[in-house]
């Protein structure tokens, strides 16, 4: 099941009582793909979409529809729901008071209670969001300019910012973000949906502190091992062409403990040697090797190596 499919069929849990159901259903219809006096068509690829809406439609207005089932583009199918008896649409419109013509949300239709489950009824009719894992994206497909601007501001209402695109000829309001498609969908009665929104970006929290972390590690590790390459380079010319004894004490002793230890860090070299000393003085007595090397490696190069 598609995380959309899972935010609808927790949203049918919500519409208990008869104000729920008269709300939902007039988001369904407004929002429906066709809406005027002698042509009312609900369609939806959602099978539980079409479900609800039958059911609320018997519950509402007492009257039973046939669904057809087509295919879309891609094979999948799609449900359908014509309504052209008169006697019927115009109850329709009468109870709703939509006018012919003109979509527009008639806020007193609507109690403060029933709100968040009329836009639920918006989002059983044009919804979908994102699977969470993937991406946070959440939208609407409305087929009337006017209708998109009011559902823009009705969502403003609950403090989620929406935007507005074209598709096909048809509008798209669209919310990004986690936290506002959490407050929508808090808002429509899908709560648990909200809850695994939280999970999962908590995972990704997670887990992308843990590859830093590995990250972190790795390139530390890198960089130990290509500094001990170049130690024990340093040591090895040294070694080859003017001995190891000529070095001084301090640094003789640095010397064979990093060729018996060519990945311990400078940490653990500096509490090694018989007079313990900070990274920074280990640090510190390598960057002397290194110029004892490259004066050799200068020498070699003036034909004067010894």
Known sequence: MSFSDEVRREICTYITDKDKRFACLYGMILFSRTLDKNHICFQTKSRISAQTFSRLFEKVFHFSLDCKE????????????????????????????????????????????????????????????????KEYHLE?????????????????????????SSRRGQHIVYIKGSESIEDTLT???????????INV????????????????????????????????????????????????????????????????????????LSEPISRSGVNHRFQRIAKIADDIRKECGSGECR
Request: aromatic letters at 6%; proline letters at 2%.
């Open 201 to 272: 970006k908590i995972y990704k929290d997670i887990r992308n502190k843990a590859n830093r972390i590995t990250n972190c590690d790795s390139a530390n590790i890198d960089k130990t091992v290509n500094a001990s390459l170049r130690q024990t380079e340093d040591i090895s010319l040294i070694a080859e062409t003017r001995g190891l004894d000529s070095l001084p004490d301090d640094l003789l002793e640095i010397a064979r403990l990093r060729l018996d230890n060519p990945v311990m860090n400078l940490r653990d070299i500096g509490e090694s």
């Open 140 to 164: 609407f497909t409305v087929t009337d300019e006017v209708l998109a601007d009011e559902l823009i501001s009705l969502l403003g209402d609950i403090g989620v910012t929406a935007k507005r």
């Open 70 to 133: 087509s295919h879309g583009k891609n094979g999948g199918a799609v449900y359908i729901y014509d309504i052209r008896s008169p006697k019927i649409t115009d109850e329709i419109f009468s109870r709703y008071r939509i006018s012919d013509g003109s979509r527009h949300i008639d806020s007193e239709m609507i109690s403060i209670s029933s709100l968040g489950i009329f836009t639920a009824g918006i989002f059983l009719a044009c919804g979908s969001v994102n699977d969470p894992e």
């Open 187 to 197: 808002f429509i009665g899908a709560k648990q949906c909200t809850l695994d929104i």
